[in-house]
């Protein structure tokens, strides 16, 4: 007990820093004089420029602010940056394809590169189903959502080996990562809406990961594969990342609790690995080999953020102490090490421990706040 009220006082730490320093540090920098939200800040907090911003960045800044409307953190102002965001994703961040490009021009003048990415059309579709989960507009938003859906099944489903080209055309690796950011986009979307093609999506999707994504060495999560989802040779297949380990687990754990089905076993294979690979501050690293040997040492904010994430899951599932100190670990290198006091974050550290950060990403808030926020749910802080 002791250790699930360390929690919970952690979990009120994680709302004041929102509240106190994260929203209204990006509230302020809001959008750009184009209406765009500005794609990196420095370190001093001023906005540099850049002649594009990415698609998939203006979705996460609009689930970072959906976010903050739930949480109740000025609802007002959270729910006009939302509504910014909606119009950018149903509007000029649409290709002729009905599908999201990669760039806009940062000038507000349109895409810069209109051509097809799964990654960034997951996150719109998750920032759409976050803003129905928000403040809307719903209606507008969930329409766009499941017209880019059809164009996603029309034009790039892969009706014989499975999943979504990650690209147009469909390249010659195969890549996991944009299923699984697409299955955390079907499960927003059935919480918006309950529709049970979304929640069938999202299984075909935990088959795959079952099947494929899984099948290598350990049956740990690889990330590159060949066309037909095999598993490549060489380091493609040895290299494994812990953060997505952690990622996958959390995700498992939700769709569980959404499609009321049982933890699948690999959540805990996953865990029982990704915790083999932090270091003895609870540390998440970048990448490892399949035996555990470190391959880029350095540490990114991300991956602590998914440790934390995958700690309350298994916090939720188990109820055990021990999953609840993990999590408070988590939460201290994040807070003590990444995150600053006026609501940004030092993205990267070499392994010993030096700055890599040139500047501050605003793509990383998606990471922090979703971990913040699940942190907030299960305590119930």
């Not at 739930?70 to 729910?79: C, E, N, S």
């Not at 049970?196 to 990961?209: C, G, K, N, V, W």
């Not at 040139?358 to 699940?374: C, I």
Request: with cysteine.
């Amino acid at each position: 007990m002791m250790t699930t009220s360390a929690l919970r006082r952690r979990a009120k730490e994680a709302r004041l820093w929102l509240f106190d320093s994260c929203f209204p540090l990006w509230a302020e920098h809001g959008l750009t004089d184009a209406g765009l939200f500005p794609e990196v800040l420095s370190l001093q907090h001023d906005e540099l420029a850049r002649g594009v911003t990415r698609v998939r960045l203006q979705a996460r800044q609009t689930y970072l602010f959906a976010e903050a409307w739930r949480l109740g953190w000025k609802r007002d102002t959270a729910a006009r940056l939302v509504q910014s965001g909606v119009s950018i994703l149903t509007g000029p961040a649409l290709a002729a394809s009905g599908l999201p490009g990669k760039t806009l021009h940062a000038d507000g003048s349109g895409l810069a590169d209109a051509s097809a990415d799964l990654y960034d059309t997951a996150f719109v579709l998750f920032a759409l189903a976050e803003a129905a989960n928000g403040p809307g507009p719903a209606g507008e938003a969930l329409a766009s959502a499941n017209a880019v859906l059809a164009a996603l099944d029309r034009l790039a489903r892969d009706t014989v080996h499975g999943g979504y080209a990650e690209s147009l055309p469909a390249p010659a690796v195969r890549l996991q990562n944009p299923h699984m950011h697409l299955l955390e986009a079907c499960l927003s979307l059935y919480r918006a809406e309950r529709s049970a093609d979304h929640l069938a999506r999202a299984s075909e999707i935990i088959q795959l990961f079952e099947s494929r994504f899984t099948a290598g060495e350990g049956g740990l999560l690889g990330e590159r594969f060949a066309p037909d989802w095999s598993v490549p040779t060489g380091e493609a297949a040895e290299i494994i990342e812990p953060g997505h380990q952690f990622e996958w687990v959390w995700l498992l754990h939700t769709w569980s609790r959404l499609a009321n089905k049982p933890l699948p076993d690999a959540a805990t294979r996953l865990y029982g690995f990704g915790l083999s690979t932090l270091d003895e501050a609870g540390r998440a690293c970048q990448e490892v080999t399949r035996h555990g040997i470190a391959h880029d040492a350095s540490r990114r904010t991300w991956p602590q953020t998914e440790a934390l994430k995958a700690h309350l899951a298994m916090y939720e599932q188990r109820g055990d102490d021990r999953f609840a100190a993990a999590a408070c670990r988590s939460f201290d290198v994040l807070m003590d090490e990444f995150l600053t006091e006026d609501g940004g974050w030092i993205d990267h550290f070499s392994a010993d421990g030096s700055v890599l950060a040139k500047d501050m990403p605003a793509s990383t808030g998606y990471h922090v706040v979703l971990a913040f926020a699940e942190l907030i749910r299960v305590m119930d802080a």
